[in-house]
């Protein structure tokens, strides 16, 4: 994918499940490369307690501890494979293995209820099935956290909000597949139907 789709994606603060939907419509319209070889990807936990690093969020060494977090994963025909994070401060796109080692990190240091699961999506899937009525950007008082965009809210003929279905790390729910950090570094979700 050419970087310069980075420019043309209207992006929306913490709304990065909108973002990376934006980045797929863009794909599908503007792109040379097919949707078929990218991949939304929903990071979280039963806890909604996920740390990655190398983040604007946070400047620094340390973490971003997000309650989940949505990259694209675009698998290069020539074996090389990018990740697309709309918040880090990698190279933009990353190369997949460097993600994983600065991004990501090894489970081996981390406390067991902040391990990452991703939920994996074929991009044209992800078009297809994602809805957001945005409420959850709303405080409890219904207020904007942040001023609403410009563009009409994400809906499928058969809903309006489907947003915990693909956060929800429960195989049983939503679309996709979900996978451990290591089968996730492993690329083994590629050989899957997902």
Same mark, same amino acid.
């Given at each position: 994918?050419?970087a /310069? !789709? #980075?420019?043309h994606?209207? !992006?929306?603060? /913490? %709304?990065? +499940?909108?973002?990376i939907?934006?980045?797929?419509?863009?794909?599908?319209?503007?792109?040379? #490369?097919?949707? +078929?070889? !990218?991949? *939304?990807v =929903?990071?979280?936990n039963?806890?909604k307690?996920? @740390?990655?690093w190398?983040?604007q *969020?946070?400047p620094? &060494?340390?973490?971003?501890?997000?309650? #989940?977090?949505v990259?694209?994963?675009?698998?290069?025909?020539?074996?090389?494979?990018?990740?697309?994070?709309?918040?880090?401060?990698l190279?933009?796109p !990353? @190369?997949? $293995?460097? #993600?994983?080692e600065?991004a %990501?990190?090894?489970n081996? $240091?981390i406390? %067991?209820? =902040?391990?990452?699961?991703f939920?994996?999506?074929r991009? $044209?899937s992800?078009?297809?099935?994602?809805a957001?009525?945005?409420?959850?950007?709303?405080?409890?008082?219904? &207020?904007?956290? +942040?001023?609403?965009?410009?563009y009409?809210c994400?809906?499928?003929?058969?809903?309006?909000? &489907?947003l915990?279905? =693909?956060?929800?790390? $429960?195989?049983?729910?939503?679309?996709?597949?979900?996978?451990? %950090?290591p089968e =996730?570094?492993?690329?083994e979700?590629?050989?899957a139907?997902?």
């Amino acid at each position: 994918l050419e970087a /310069c !789709c #980075y420019v043309h994606v209207p !992006c929306a603060g /913490c %709304l990065y +499940e909108e973002n990376i939907w934006k980045l797929c419509e863009y794909i599908k319209t503007h792109s040379q #490369y097919s949707l +078929e070889d !990218c991949y *939304a990807v =929903f990071i979280s936990n039963e806890k909604k307690m996920v @740390p990655i690093w190398k983040q604007q *969020a946070r400047p620094g &060494n340390g973490p971003v501890i997000w309650d #989940y977090h949505v990259v694209l994963v675009h698998v290069s025909g020539e074996g090389q494979s990018f990740v697309y994070d709309l918040d880090t401060v990698l190279p933009f796109p !990353c @190369p997949f $293995d460097v #993600y994983i080692e600065d991004a %990501l990190k090894s489970n081996d $240091d981390i406390h %067991l209820q =902040f391990r990452r699961k991703f939920r994996v999506v074929r991009a $044209d899937s992800y078009l297809k099935h994602f809805a957001s009525d945005r409420s959850h950007m709303k405080d409890s008082s219904g &207020n904007w956290k +942040e001023p609403p965009l410009a563009y009409p809210c994400i809906e499928t003929g058969d809903s309006k909000m &489907n947003l915990n279905d =693909f956060i929800s790390m $429960d195989p049983e729910v939503g679309w996709g597949s979900i996978y451990t %950090l290591p089968e =996730f570094g492993l690329w083994e979700f590629l050989q899957a139907d997902v």
